[in-house]
């Protein structure tokens, strides 16, 4: 395993309290190995963010993931100031700024929303990845490699646990692939993102393809 | 030489429990098997140390049961009495009447007339208090559904021995002469002294007794204040004897009025000793009246009968369980802890043997099935934990933590003066509870003047401590004002109950010095928040603005404590001390002078994509 790529997640739920769903997806990867959860409200409750605690966090792994709840098109406000502060000049781009160039990039975001609200003809008008272009652009600037976002739509109506279940389990393997490099991104689609098509992706090769 | 026989006494009995009670702890078998094995070792047909008199000492140790019902009122609020009726008089009721007619049936069956059938019935429905109460206690299972079921049970049958003991003379097979036992009054005279004395608990526990317990405290001298505890018990005791009451329900009326007064935890921390001690005592008691002779003599009937009592009541005890809806784990620890005879069974055949109810011949033999059948509830309820538990055990269902627990007091606040109380008003307006402890009277006067739950009690005492839940609770919070104090509470928490997070209020930097060395991670110092809120604004005063100057306090409280961790270990050494001290000031204007959002023309620049296309093509 020496190989392997770190991830760092950095997570961002100011009311985390209230949601199942990123309660189970942080539990089901709190053990990996190579993972760093990084809980941005529990370790900034005033938003004091620890600028060079960060930026050495960032050196020491390979994959970058935010995963948080899309609040307004966006990330709740720490993870803003998190860029606002941490991405520095000189640090991440700009002159010099090359620490992050060559780490991936992975958005984890649960939505309200479900699937066919973020489209043309939906209420939200614009694609998820439309929506996360800042996001994207933020990480080319930087250097870094985007990936396909990891989403799940209409968390509201996941109440029970058997419905939450493939998502957290999905989520689980998407990190240990990418920790294991095993992911075949050729699987998807331009402009498709990770919803329940993981098996595309993941695993030993997609028996579909065969039928 | 009756002073020598007493002290000897005292000494068999003594090292009695202090030799078994140990190992039989760390054999995992439990105090009340300790305690009945040494009963049985030093008594009449083991070494022979005590022998008759044991029947006197008995009667005296039975005074612990009688301690045991106050304790335990103690922790029931009149309100949480209130949420049990339905359990005390379904479970109690239907245990009683169920398990006494279905020993009678067994009775007439192996030929006993109908009234003493009846009556070994109702006597052996009984179970023993101090067996099941303390066994589950000990377990830490009396917070429990099977806990709590046991307990309305064992209330129930206290409260039962009333009309047992009226009952039981109708049933006599021959008129008995029942002179001295029992006051010879008219009913209704007897009633209106029982409402009167009840009453009188009643009124003297919520009016009197506050202003009493007051008084005794103000002088500051703890032996008062014990004797106070045990002059209440012993007189409500007296007192409840005189009208023919059970004493033990009687202080139990008065523990559960007493259960919302101040000195409530001061009390209990006074009065468990002696229950313990007593309880121990009765034990081995118990242990010791075995007659192992009757055993001997005839061995399969007294098995027999053992077996027999044990199997009825536990298979009562069952259906009642799940009837009731409990689970079957519960349901077989409920069932376990109450299979056995009571010890108010000596105290009904010894009435029964008196008022001409029941034959000796009958009652010596039933009193020794009662016996073994204490005996044997340890041992089953071994077996239950080893064996049959772990079949029900559910595996832990993925329960959401809600952060917290609202079972039990979670939080114990030692101290709840200025600083106590903001951190007890915060807790409380989240709706955590608290257990407070002060130990100024006037200051808890007035706390409860404004409508608050405050005991008296001075946290640096281990019982005090134990009566206010810290073996359950989740936190120590200690607000004292006096440092060393302070300093002696978290030394006794930190060794006697270590699963407790301690925070700690600190006087200056010398006393959060010393916490740190104590070991207390989680420290505040009284005046520095407010101090630093002030700083910030006085930096506003200045111009600065304000998310700039939170975030310099901010920058500036970080560091600071940092540097109070750190020099905590260096304290002692003062030329080592005052270089570091500049060295961390120096260093904290380098930081603020960094902070993170020192954007400059040049950060911009960087952005201007065109202009730096322009500039490098031009």
């Given at each position: 395993?020496?190989?392997?790529?770190?991830?760092?997640?950095?997570?961002?739920?100011?009311?985390?309290?209230?949601?199942?769903?990123?309660?189970?997806?942080?539990?089901?990867?709190?053990?990996?190995?190579?993972?760093?959860?990084?809980?941005?409200?529990?370790?900034?409750?005033?938003?004091?963010?620890?600028?060079?605690?960060?930026?050495?966090?960032?050196?020491?792994?390979?994959?970058?993931?935010?995963?948080?709840?899309?609040?307004?098109?966006?990330?709740?406000?720490?993870?803003?100031?998190?860029?606002?502060?941490?991405?520095?000049?000189?640090?991440?781009?700009?002159?010099?700024?090359?620490?992050?160039?060559?780490?991936?990039?992975?958005?984890?975001?649960?939505?309200?929303?479900?699937?066919?609200?973020?489209?043309?003809?939906?209420?939200n008008r614009f694609a998820i990845r439309e929506l996360l272009a800042p996001f994207e652009q933020t990480a080319r600037l930087c250097g870094m490699d985007w990936l396909p976002p990891f989403v799940?739509?209409?968390?509201?109506?996941?109440?029970?646990?058997?419905?939450?279940?493939?998502?957290?389990?999905?989520?689980?393997?998407?990190?240990?692939?990418?920790?294991?490099?095993?992911?075949?991104?050729?699987?998807?689609?331009?402009?498709?993102?990770?919803?329940?098509?993981?098996?595309?992706?993941?695993?030993?090769?997609?028996?579909?393809?065969?039928? | 030489?009756?002073?020598?026989?007493?002290?000897?006494?005292?000494?068999?009995?003594?090292?009695?429990?202090?030799?078994?009670?140990?190992?039989?702890?760390?054999?995992?078998?439990?105090?009340?098997?300790?305690?009945?094995?040494?009963?049985?070792?030093?008594?009449?047909?083991?070494?022979?140390?005590?022998?008759?008199?044991?029947?006197?000492?008995?009667?005296?140790?039975?005074?612990?049961?009688?301690?045991?019902?106050?304790?335990?009122?103690?922790?029931?609020?009149?309100?949480?009495?209130?949420?049990?009726?339905?359990?005390?008089?379904?479970?109690?009721?239907?245990?009683?009447?169920?398990?006494?007619?279905?020993?009678?049936?067994?009775?007439?069956?192996?030929?006993?007339?109908?009234?003493?059938?009846?009556?070994?019935?109702?006597?052996?429905?009984?179970?023993?208090?101090?067996?099941?109460?303390?066994?589950?206690?000990?377990?830490?299972?009396?917070?429990?559904?099977?806990?709590?079921?046991?307990?309305?049970?064992?209330?129930?049958?206290?409260?039962?021995?009333?009309?047992?003991?009226?009952?039981?003379?109708?049933?006599?097979?021959?008129k008995a002469d029942l002179g001295g036992h029992g006051p010879a009054l008219n009913p209704w005279l007897q009633a209106v002294m029982v409402l009167g004395i009840v009453a009188g608990i009643i009124?003297?526990?919520?009016?009197?007794?506050?202003?009493?317990?007051?008084?005794?405290?103000?002088?500051?001298?703890?032996?008062?204040?014990?004797?106070?505890?045990?002059?209440?018990?012993?007189?409500?005791?007296?007192?409840?004897?005189?009208?023919?009451?059970?004493?033990?329900?009687?202080?139990?009326?008065?523990?559960?009025?007493?259960?919302?007064?101040?000195?409530?935890?001061?009390?209990?921390?006074?009065?468990?000793?002696?229950?313990?001690?007593?309880?121990?005592?009765?034990?081995?008691?118990?242990?010791?009246?075995?007659?192992?002779?009757?055993?001997?003599?005839?061995?399969?009937?007294?098995?027999?009968?053992?077996?027999?009592?044990?199997?009825?009541?536990?298979?009562?005890?069952?259906?009642?369980?799940?009837?009731?809806?409990?689970?079957?784990?519960?349901?077989?620890?409920?069932?376990?802890?109450?299979?056995?005879?009571?010890?108010?069974?000596?105290?009904?055949?010894?009435?029964?043997?008196?008022?001409?109810?029941?034959?000796?011949?009958?009652?010596?033999?039933?009193?020794?099935?009662?016996?073994?059948?204490?005996?044997?509830?340890?041992?089953?309820?071994?077996?239950?934990?080893?064996?049959?538990?772990?079949?029900?055990?559910?595996?832990?269902?993925?329960?959401?933590?809600?952060?917290?627990?609202?079972?039990?007091?979670?939080?114990?606040?030692?101290?709840?003066?200025?600083?106590?109380?903001?951190?007890?008003?915060?807790?409380?307006?989240?709706?955590?509870?608290?257990?407070?402890?002060?130990?100024?009277?006037?200051?808890?006067?007035?706390?409860?003047?404004?409508?608050?739950?405050?005991?008296?009690?001075?946290?640096?005492?281990?019982?005090?401590?134990?009566?206010?839940?810290?073996?359950?609770?989740?936190?120590?919070?200690?607000?004292?004002?006096?440092?060393?104090?302070?300093?002696?509470?978290?030394?006794?928490?930190?060794?006697?109950?270590?699963?407790?997070?301690?925070?700690?209020?600190?006087?200056?930097?010398?006393?959060?010095?010393?916490?740190?060395?104590?070991?207390?991670?989680?420290?505040?110092?009284?005046?520095?928040?407010?101090?630093?809120?002030?700083?910030?604004?006085?930096?506003?005063?200045?111009?600065?603005?304000?998310?700039?100057?939170?975030?310099?306090?901010?920058?500036?409280?970080?560091?600071?404590?940092?540097?109070?961790?750190?020099?905590?270990?260096?304290?002692?050494?003062?030329?080592?001390?005052?270089?570091?001290?500049?060295?961390?000031?120096?260093?904290?204007?380098?930081?603020?002078?960094?902070?993170?959002?020192?954007?400059?023309?040049?950060?911009?620049?960087?952005?201007?994509?065109?202009?730096?296309?322009?500039?490098?093509?031009?």
């Open positions: 395993m020496d190989n392997a790529n770190r991830i760092l997640v950095l997570f961002a739920h100011p009311a985390l309290h209230k949601s199942w769903v990123n309660r189970r997806l942080i539990r089901a990867i709190g053990d990996l190995e190579h993972v760093t959860l990084h809980d941005l409200y529990e370790a900034y409750p005033s938003f004091h963010i620890d600028v060079k605690r960060e930026q050495a966090l960032l050196l020491a792994h390979d994959v970058i993931v935010f995963q948080h709840p899309f609040y307004w098109y966006s990330s709740p406000a720490i993870l803003k100031e998190w860029q606002d502060l941490v991405l520095e000049h000189g640090f991440a781009y700009g002159a010099g700024g090359t620490a992050l160039a060559g780490k991936k990039f992975l958005s984890a975001i649960t939505t309200g929303g479900q699937q066919q609200a973020y489209s043309r003809s939906g209420a799940i739509h209409g968390t509201h109506l996941l109440r029970e646990a058997g419905q939450i279940d493939p998502y957290v389990r999905s989520y689980r393997l998407l990190l240990m692939g990418l920790r294991d490099d095993t992911v075949r991104w050729d699987g998807l689609s331009e402009g498709e993102y990770l919803y329940h098509n993981l098996e595309r992706v993941l695993g030993p090769s997609p028996v579909t393809d065969h039928a | 030489m009756h002073d020598e026989s007493l002290f000897l006494q005292a000494f068999i009995y003594l090292a009695a429990a202090v030799v078994a009670v140990p190992i039989s702890n760390r054999l995992g078998l439990g105090s009340v098997l300790g305690y009945l094995i040494a009963g049985v070792v030093i008594g009449p047909f083991g070494l022979r140390l005590v022998g008759q008199e044991g029947e006197d000492v008995m009667h005296f140790a039975e005074f612990g049961v009688v301690m045991l019902l106050f304790l335990v009122g103690l922790e029931l609020q009149p309100s949480r009495l209130w949420r049990l009726r339905l359990p005390i008089l379904g479970m109690g009721g239907l245990q009683v009447l169920a398990t006494a007619l279905l020993i009678a049936a067994l009775a007439m069956g192996l030929g006993l007339a109908w009234t003493m059938a009846l009556a070994v019935g109702l006597i052996l429905s009984m179970s023993s208090t101090a067996i099941g109460l303390q066994s589950l206690d000990e377990k830490g299972l009396a917070k429990t559904d099977a806990g709590q079921s046991a307990f309305s049970v064992l209330l129930f049958q206290d409260i039962a021995v009333i009309p047992i003991l009226a009952l039981l003379p109708l049933l006599a097979y021959e009124v003297g526990g919520r009016y009197l007794m506050r202003p009493v317990f007051r008084i005794v405290a103000a002088t500051r001298l703890r032996e008062v204040f014990t004797a106070m505890a045990l002059l209440l018990v012993i007189g409500i005791a007296l007192a409840m004897q005189q009208v023919g009451l059970s004493p033990a329900l009687g202080t139990f009326v008065a523990g559960v009025v007493l259960a919302d007064n101040e000195y409530r935890h001061e009390l209990e921390g006074d009065i468990a000793p002696f229950k313990g001690l007593l309880l121990g005592l009765f034990f081995l008691t118990v242990g010791a009246s075995i007659d192992f002779g009757l055993l001997i003599e005839r061995p399969w009937l007294i098995l027999g009968l053992v077996v027999a009592l044990v199997f009825t009541k536990l298979g009562v005890l069952v259906a009642l369980g799940r009837g009731f809806r409990l689970a079957w784990s519960q349901t077989l620890l409920f069932g376990f802890a109450l299979a056995q005879g009571g010890e108010f069974a000596f105290v009904l055949f010894s009435f029964a043997t008196k008022a001409k109810v029941l034959p000796e011949s009958l009652t010596a033999v039933l009193v020794a099935v009662v016996a073994f059948s204490m005996l044997l509830t340890p041992l089953l309820l071994i077996a239950n934990d080893r064996w049959l538990q772990p079949r029900f055990a559910s595996p832990d269902e993925e329960r959401e933590a809600d952060g917290i627990d609202t079972s039990d007091s979670p939080v114990i606040i030692a101290g709840f003066g200025r600083f106590g109380q903001v951190v007890g008003r915060l807790l409380l307006a989240h709706r955590c509870r608290i257990t407070v402890l002060d130990h100024s009277p006037a200051q808890i006067d007035l706390l409860r003047r404004f409508g608050w739950t405050v005991f008296y009690g001075d946290a640096g005492r281990l019982d005090l401590l134990q009566a206010a839940g810290a073996a359950q609770a989740r936190l120590l919070v200690v607000a004292i004002d006096d440092p060393d104090k302070a300093l002696e509470i978290v030394a006794l928490a930190q060794k006697h109950f270590p699963h407790l997070a301690i925070l700690a209020r600190a006087q200056d930097r010398r006393h959060a010095y010393a916490l740190i060395r104590h070991g207390v991670s989680l420290i505040r110092r009284e005046t520095f928040g407010s101090a630093l809120e002030m700083g910030i604004d006085a930096l506003r005063l200045l111009g600065v603005r304000a998310h700039r100057a939170h975030r310099i306090a901010q920058t500036f409280r970080q560091h600071d404590e940092a540097a109070l961790q750190e020099m905590a270990t260096i304290e002692g050494d003062d030329a080592l001390v005052i270089a570091r001290s500049r060295q961390l000031t120096h260093d904290l204007e380098q930081l603020l002078q960094a902070d993170g959002y020192s954007i400059s023309a040049d950060n911009d620049q960087a952005w201007d994509v065109v202009a730096r296309r322009g500039l490098s093509r031009g």
